[in-house]
């Protein structure tokens, strides 16, 4: 958990994100919270990497089980943030509505 600990910067003025746990009622505000958090320190969360990186450190439970096969299989969605929380979405139901 030290990455973690190193991510919670001093003087990012949002919030730090709570752990998810794959409820889908709360899957929005994961993601809300988890990308304010890196917008504002973007030259830090400066490559897709590190932004999967830092979601997967806020999993937790179910959540958490579901990202170790891809951790496992070295997926190419570990080097992919959009795809990677299009996969969320569609692993934790939640339907854009647009």
Do not use: C, H
């Amino acid at each position: 958990m030290k990455m973690t600990k190193a991510l919670m910067l001093e003087d990012n003025p949002i919030p730090f994100p709570e752990m998810f746990d794959g409820d889908t009622d709360r899957l929005p505000e994961f993601i809300v919270q988890t990308a304010s958090y890196m917008f504002v320190d973007d030259k830090i969360f400066d490559t897709d990497e590190i932004k999967v990186m830092f979601l997967m450190t806020r999993l937790k439970g179910p959540a958490l089980q579901w990202v170790i096969p891809y951790i496992e299989k070295d997926s190419p969605l570990l080097s992919d943030y959009r795809g990677f929380v299009a996969e969320m979405k569609r692993v934790f139901g939640w339907v854009d509505d647009f």
